[in-house]
């Protein structure tokens, strides 16, 4: 045989001996029966977006409640202080078990960001310096601002969010604000 022929003659008798071994080979596995099925939590960019905000708010809220007993001199104050972190710290711990269960990440993006309602750390710094009344004017107002903020947030994830936790959790933090803003809004000008 010339080298022009033994080429494709080559070719056919590997061919033929692959489809042999195939043939004769043991069928492939079959992939594994799944396991029973369980409903993952479907979370969609409004549900993520605003158990993120919800959770850098809720924390960077703490600071300031954390002030009033020194720096206030209305026991009202102080009392409003404990129920609202009282309230700040229940929320938080179901915003931190949906972040979670929506595998976000643990970098929050929208920590110190600064937005309507979010307290600063300029914001705690001025409330620091402040005592008595002075104090409870700033921190009347920012609080105010927060649970304004949140009852809008709240409000958006329970028109456009999907999760049915996320949006619950929504509904109640709506319930919780509107029970607080009267307590903040006749000495807020």
């Known amino acids: 045989m010339s080298p022009r022929t033994l080429a494709p003659a080559l070719a056919l008798l590997m061919a033929a001996g692959l489809c042999a071994c195939a043939r004769d080979a043991p069928p492939a596995p079959s992939p594994?029966?799944?396991?029973?099925a369980t409903a993952?939590?479907?979370?969609?960019g409004t549900d993520r977006a605003w158990i993120e905000i919800n959770v850098a708010m809720n924390e960077e809220l703490a600071p300031l409640l954390a002030l009033a007993p020194a720096q206030s001199r209305d026991q009202a104050i102080k009392e409003l202080a404990a129920q609202v972190d009282t309230v700040r710290l229940r929320e938080l711990e179901?915003?931190?078990?949906?972040?979670d269960a929506a595998g976000l990440p643990a970098e929050n993006p929208h920590k110190g960001m600064p937005m309507p309602g979010m307290v600063t750390p300029d914001i705690v710094r001025e409330a620091a310096a402040?005592?008595?009344?002075?104090?409870d004017l700033i921190?009347?107002?920012?609080v105010k601002a927060h649970l304004d903020q949140g009852v809008k947030l709240?409000?958006?994830?329970?028109?456009a969010g999907v999760e049915p936790r996320t949006k619950a959790l929504a509904e109640r933090m709506i319930t919780d604000r509107e029970t607080f803003l009267p307590k903040f809004t006749p000495a807020v000008k």
């Open 130 to 135: 402040a005592e008595g009344p002075a104090f």
């Open 40 to 44: 993952a939590p479907a979370f969609g």
């Open 32 to 36: 594994p029966a799944p396991a029973a």
């Open 154 to 159: 709240a409000r958006s994830e329970s028109t």
């Open 94 to 99: 179901d915003l931190r078990g949906l972040h």
């Open 139 to 142: 921190f009347r107002r920012q």
